[in-house]
Structures are given as structure tokens and as C-alpha cells.
């Protein structure tokens, strides 16, 4: 017969397992690669800060160094000697970056590799505007094909919507919000004279987000890169 101890180790290895599913169910249900959902799961880690005009560069290695894996690297424009003064006690890494960044016109976005070999895959990229916790590329858009339908059917259409005529504010906020971080990784690039990846995403942010600011400079740096 199971002892009392016996059911108490049962339980905690239910739950264990339960929360594990859990992680591996939420990286499925948002579609993001493993490197970015392990990225999110570092970013609601609990930390301690307490910094006074402290160089950015020493407040990111002293986060670093209370969360295991979690790397951070800068964005165009972003300098290491700013100064924080932050505290933060027992909050997530999102909150102390938050905090951190509040009224500096800083944010930080996920990277996520689009090609083999890209070192900076599931990092932390400090970045210049209001944006937090987006993945920089932005995910690509769900196929077009519905699960269960083989390649040689056609979908069946569906009913068409009436146009508005009108874009919700909220919508055009996130749509320049993910332009401007593919634009700011593109500048990255430039300056690691990555002039392929830069292209790239210059490339991307003109299909995917044509009628943004982003897209008006991204339109003007690939003249640049095509003289």
C-alpha cells in the first residue's frame, strides 16, 4: 500500500510535469521558435536590483549574472554609457527593464535567427522606442493553407469581410512598432557591415509593413546599399 510519502512524491512530480507541458504548450500556441520561448521563460525570472547612475553596460551584466542564459546585446544608437537609477526588489526581468527604461526612449525586443549560425538567436536586443518583449524579425505570417487540407485542394474561400475603411489606432501602433524593430536590426547589421542580413530586412519591412515610417527610411537605405 502507498505510504503518505509515497503520494506526496507522486504529486510533486504530477505538478512538475504539468508545468513542463505548460511551457512547451504556450511556445506551441504563440508559434515561437524554442530560443524565443526559453527567452520569455528567463524574462519573468525574479531578480534584485538597486542601481544608482549606473552604466548600462554593468546593469545588464549584473541582471545577466542573477539569470542563467539570458544574454543582451545593443541595438543602433544605443549607448553603454547611459546612466539608470533603478530598484527593483523581487520583480520580473521585464519589470526591472521596464523600470529601467522608463522616460530614456528604450526598449528591448527577442531576436529570433532567420538563418543558421546567427550567434545572437533567443537574445535580448536593447533598442531605441516604446517597444517591449516583441520578437525582432517579427514571426512569419501563418500559411495561407488550413491543417488538414491537402496541397492539391483549394481551400474553400471565406465569406468576405466589408473593408471599414478605417485601420484601428491600436493596430497601426503595433504595426509601426514591429517596423521600427526590424528597421533597428537592419541597422545592426549595417553596422557589423552584415550588408546582406541589413538587406534583407530592409526588404522585409517594405512587403510586410509598406505603409509605416519605418518602411519610408528602410525604402532610402536600400537606395543606399544598391549604389
Not at 18 to 32: F, H, I, R, S, V
Not at 37 to 46: I, P, S
Not at 55 to 62: F, I, V
Not at 94 to 117: N, Q, S
Amino acid at each position: 500500500m502507498p505510504t503518505r510519502l509515497h503520494r506526496t512524491v507522486v504529486l510533486a512530480l504530477l505538478v512538475v510535469g504539468n508545468n513542463w507541458l505548460a511551457d512547451l504548450g504556450y511556445a506551441q500556441t504563440k508559434g515561437e521558435p524554442p530560443s524565443v520561448a526559453a527567452a520569455r521563460k528567463r524574462l519573468q525570472t525574479r531578480i534584485t536590483v538597486d542601481f544608482k547612475e549606473t552604466r548600462l553596460e554593468e546593469c545588464l551584466n549584473e541582471i545577466k549574472s542573477q539569470v542563467d542564459g539570458l544574454n543582451f546585446y545593443r541595438g543602433a544608437g544605443v549607448s553603454n554609457n547611459l546612466t539608470i537609477t533603478y530598484q527593483g526588489k523581487d520583480q520580473t526581468v521585464d519589470e526591472v527593464l521596464r523600470g529601467m527604461f522608463k522616460g530614456k526612449g528604450l526598449g528591448y525586443v527577442i531576436h529570433r535567427a532567420t538563418k543558421p549560425g546567427d550567434r545572437y538567436d533567443g537574445w535580448i536586443q536593447i533598442v531605441q522606442g516604446d517597444v517591449f518583449g516583441e520578437v525582432d524579425p517579427p514571426l512569419e505570417e501563418k500559411p495561407s493553407v488550413k491543417p488538414g487540407v491537402q496541397p492539391t485542394e483549394k481551400p474553400k474561400p471565406e465569406p468576405a469581410e466589408k473593408p471599414t475603411g478605417k485601420t484601428k489606432p491600436e493596430d497601426s501602433d503595433k504595426l509601426e512598432r514591429a517596423a521600427r524593430g526590424t528597421l533597428l536590426f537592419a541597422k545592426e547589421l549595417m553596422a557589423q557591415n552584415d550588408l546582406a542580413g541589413a538587406r534583407e530586412n530592409l526588404e522585409l519591412i517594405l512587403k510586410k509593413y509598406p505603409n509605416t515610417k519605418a518602411a519610408q527610411e528602410a525604402k532610402l537605405l536600400l537606395e543606399k546599399l544598391q549604389k
